[in-house]
């Protein structure tokens, strides 16, 4: 009888100890795996381990992404700690490792020993399997993952056009750094309950999927956008036309331009890049602002016609003046001006010094002839002003040279002196006009394009008339910082008062005359600089008594000159 009563005894000890064992694991697993929307999301099966599309936004272009299902996975266990025992403590467990893992991975030896641990099969980096991996191993796929994406291509789009950067150019990093200790964790030895639930979860999903947590540096970002803003931004263009090869004119449409918005645009960057992009070619529209041309207030189509054209030649000039010249003609050849609106020369060739591109030559300054910046330029305003009297256009400010110049009759120049010369003029006509410019072999030609209105029976005739003239006078002066014997002299200017006149003829016949202008030249003697250095007593007062009396021509007979 006792025998029998141990033999059941040990019977019940024994099956009690089988339906423990079958009992806790079906417990477990009730316990880590509730419902599957306690852990997961609605669209869990088309996000583990498989390529998803980003939700469209107005900031970015298309783009392919990779997401990670099994951190969800964990974290929904530990929001239902009600139902469940993923808690707190166990998502450490997992992201972590176990402290006996941990010290067995920093016991383990190089290679895949039965002291190193290694990732349980299933575990994927992104897309790449790390099943059976060590430590080093899934590190190196880490950083070839990086090396990949740093090269993908992210496209900046405005609406006038785009630019590619590389990722990595924005200073692509992964802010999940323990990813590999992660991936380390779902081992395939060590806590029992976490085996357990990582094997439970590979069983349900085929593959455990970690994901980088890619970030881009915001300053990084602006500094690439600094850069490329030379490429994305674009000014506008006005329509315009051009003069072709047979001398007649076509006319091009306006376009518009855009301009970036630095920091609105980095934002939109780093927002897309750390919350969007998940790896290949991807983009951005940039904040952006069009720039639309200003509009010619005449119809351009008009302008085909010459209706004042005029001609000069430098080809005597010293290399520099020759230079300004070119210089001045090249930066106004194609200018368009409207219809009421006026030309200004100062203002269009813009300030002349070193700095801005032009030489020192000869120019005229009190009557005397020196070197500045921009000398020579008078001559282009001088051959603008008679081709804008071919053309009948109103002149509102011009002013003649203090001396008479060489190139163009007296009564017909057009000086240019800093702020005190300028010459403008007036688009009096019905359509804008087009200035040509040729400077070409010392010769310098203007060619007025516009919109001919006037009778083609109708001519006109631009001439300048002598109304008073005076010669110069003589004079002498003594320098003693030159050499007896040494003469030098300057002016030697007749003046002048002159009238420039338009006539006008129909069929060849004077019908009218009307005054364009009146220019003053004013007489500048003649003065001989007598050196006096060494001069003998007797010499150097009788070239002194004829100074004083004003008596040049006996100053220079006294030093036998």
């Known amino acids: 009888m006792r025998k029998d009563k141990r033999r059941r005894i040990a019977v019940a000890i024994i099956a009690f100890i089988l339906i423990f064992m079958m009992v806790v694991p079906l417990l477990l697993s009730m316990t880590v795996y509730a419902e599957p929307s306690d852990y997961v999301t609605a669209n869990l099966d088309d996000s583990y381990g498989v390529n998803s599309g980003a939700d469209e936004d107005s900031s970015y272009g298309s783009v392919s992404s990779e997401t990670d299902n099994y951190d969800e996975y964990e974290s929904a266990g530990s929001q239902s700690a009600a139902d469940s025992e993923y808690t707190d403590t166990d998502t450490a467990s997992v992201e972590s490792g176990s402290s006996s893992d941990q010290a067995e991975e920093k016991t383990g030896t190089s290679g895949n020993t039965d002291n190193e641990n290694v990732c349980a099969e299933g575990v994927h980096i992104e897309n790449v399997d790390v099943s059976g991996m060590t430590r080093s191993e899934v590190q190196a796929v880490v950083d070839q993952k990086m090396k990949e994406l740093s090269s993908d291509l992210i496209y900046l789009y405005t609406e006038m056009g785009s630019t590619a950067v590389s990722a990595g150019s924005m200073g692509l990093t992964y802010e999940n750094k323990d990813i590999v200790d992660q991936a380390l964790a779902l081992a395939s030895k060590g806590d029992i309950l976490k085996r357990y639930k990582a094997d439970s979860y590979i069983k349900d999903h085929g593959q455990i999927v970690l994901d980088l947590d890619l970030k881009v540096d915001p300053v990084k970002v602006k500094e690439r956008v600094e850069t490329e803003k030379s490429v994305l931004n674009i000014d506008p263009v006005a329509a315009g036309i051009f003069l072709n090869e ?51 207030k005449g119809d351009l189509t008009l302008v085909k016609d010459v209706i ?40 269009t060739v813009g300030e002349q010094d070193e700095e801005h591109g032009w030489k020192a030559a000869g120019s005229i300054e009190d009557g005397r002839a020196v070197d500045t910046y921009g000398g020579g330029i008078c001559q282009v305003s001088t051959t603008l002003y008679l081709a804008v009297l071919q053309a009948e256009l109103e002149v509102t400010e011009r002013y003649p040279h203090s001396m008479e110049v060489n190139y163009v009759e007296p009564g017909l120049d057009a000086a240019i002196a800093d702020d005190i010369k300028n010459f403008q003029f007036k688009n009096n006509t ?57 003469v030098q002299f300057s002016g030697g200017q007749r003046g002048l008062v002159m009238e420039a006149w338009k006539t006008i003829y129909f069929d060849g016949i004077e019908r009218s005359e009307e005054q364009v202008n009146t220019s003053i030249y004013e007489m500048i003697p003649l003065t001989y600089i007598i050196g006096t250095n060494g001069m003998d007593d007797a010499t150097l007062s009788a070239v002194a008594n004829a100074v004083q009396t004003g008596n040049a021509e006996s100053a220079l007979a006294a030093i036998g000159w």
């Open 430 to 486: 019905d359509a804008p006009i087009y200035l040509n410019v040729v400077a070409d072999g010392g010769s310098l030609t203007f060619n007025i394009y516009g919109h001919e209105t006037r009778d083609p029976s109708r001519t006109i005739k631009i001439e300048s008339r002598v109304i008073e003239s005076e010669d110069y006078t003589t004079t002498a002066t003594l320098d003693s910082s030159l050499e007896a014997g040494t």
């Open 308 to 347: 004042g054209t005029a001609t000069t030649d430098y080809s005597g000039g010293a290399s520099g003046r020759i230079y300004n010249i070119e210089y001045a003609a090249s930066i106004i050849d194609g200018t368009i001006v409207d219809p009421g609106d006026t030309f200004n020369f100062a203002e």
């Open 246 to 296: 047979d001398g007649t004119m076509t006319s091009t449409e306006a376009s518009n331009g855009v301009k970036i918005s630095i920091l609105p645009s980095v934002s939109r960057i780093v927002e897309y890049m750390d919350t969007v992009w998940h790896g290949g070619t991807g983009g951005v529209n940039m904040s952006d602002q069009v720039l639309e041309p200003e509009e010619h």
